[in-house]
């Protein structure tokens, strides 16, 4: 046997093998399933940990490195994620004891109707979704969604949840913007592994999210709200909508709440404008990285927030400190199960579902620019993680991106960040947040995100070939 080649045996147990870790990540998944919603009833968090666990063994682990990846996995989510959600949660503390989320809930319904509201909505969150990624977005939108559906449930004439109403619309174009347009980091991964330009990938983006926000957010949630009962447990809602200023004094003005709740987007805004206009190793461009990183900007939100809104008021720190720990308490099991999500993902992971997944795919022959989005949506559904997604389907066309010149390589990179969007489920830290910052059964989760990021994953891959099919590269 010549060196290079590689003999049918070796092939089949390939095969093999790659169809066992498949099975083995699907039966993962079922069985959190039925662990959570069964008579059993457990806890997320120990379903989670308990499946990893299972997971790791199923797959041959030594016990040392199955604990080693639950600690790497959990460690990162709540390095990554867990230290935002909690200042997100006291930046949203601050702004409803200030009385600036309410205000901005009732301008909103003041000058939109009842259906406009979902469209009034997913503008702010296009807006906030510019530079913010999908979980820092949601924990900075939270208040106002609380709020604006908590009056909006008041209307008799209202049927349904209207949290879903109100919150599928933010989910769905807070996805679109974080799997379609750069600077979030999977179409940044997308463009840099691909070698081609930032410009014409954000352009594309652009013009392909809108369509994929639109049926994703408000046309899909005015047709599952009505049908749905979801309500957040009741001690978030009490933290994020408060009537009038929480310690009886006049409220601030509208523009100084404004640019308290969007000042860690405005920082990160600010880096991703400087990622594409300065040159990388300067000086401002190391100034704009620090200050744009998620928890620098959510860090330097609150202590804005706490400045502006508080303590130049004469606000007592006494209570300022009381109120942002009591903020934390109903954030902690989020936090939790956000982690047993990282763990869960990174066991998948460390598995090496998403090579079994690679493998499989080379055996099929699809265009391009499907492959690409078939590749990542089957690594992020199967891993846990869209950037598992886009960084092996980005890697696996590489070297056909090099060698084709009538491919259209933003289009490419478009269309796997797009995959990786599909049918975000239990192994993803998103899915997690989503279910318990609304109180969410498994199924009513499904129905929102995991749906509602499939409808955008779809869209965009529809949109990608339109483009294809009117702009073709020669």
Known sequence: MRA???SP??????????????????????LLVALIVSRVKMHPLLALLVVSVGVGFATGMEPGSIVKHLI?????TLGAVGVVIALGAMLGKILADAGITEQIAEAILRHA?????????????????????????????????????RKLE???????????????PVIAALAAMHGMVPPHPGPLTAIATLKTSVGPTMLYGFLAAIPAMILGGPLYGALISPRMSTKPDQALLDQFTVTGRADGGERPGVALGVLAALLPAILMLVHAVAEMVLPKGTAAMHVASFLGNPLIAMLLGVLFAIVALVIARGGDADKLRDAL???????????????????FQQMLTSAKVGDAIVHLTQQFAFPPLILGWLIAMLLSVSTGSATVGIVGAAGLLAPLAGVDPSLNLPLLALSIGCGSLFFNYAN?????????????????ATKTISVVQSIVAVVGLIMVLVFNAALPVH
Do not use: C
């Open 4 to 6: 290079g080649k590689t």
């Open 9 to 30: 045996n070796r092939e089949s147990f390939m095969t093999h093998l790659d169809i066992q870790l498949l099975l083995t990540a699907l039966v993962s998944v079922l």
């Open 72 to 76: 790497d996995g959990a460690g990162k």
């Open 154 to 168: 008041s209307h008799a004439r209202f049927k349904g949840s209207a949290y879903v109403y109100v919150g599928v």
């Open 325 to 343: 720990g009591q903020s934390l308490r109903p954030i902690a099991s989020i936090i939790m199960i956000i982690a047993g999500g990282g763990a």
């Open 113 to 149: 109707s009842d259906r406009m509201i979902p469209w009034a909505m997913t503008l702010v969150a296009f807006i906030v979704g510019i530079p913010m990624f999908f979980e820092v977005g949601l924990v900075v939108m939270l208040p106002l969604i609380f709020s604006v559906a």
């Open 428 to 444: 993803h830290a998103g899915f997690w947040m989503v279910k318990e910052s609304f109180g969410m059964t498994m199924g009513e």
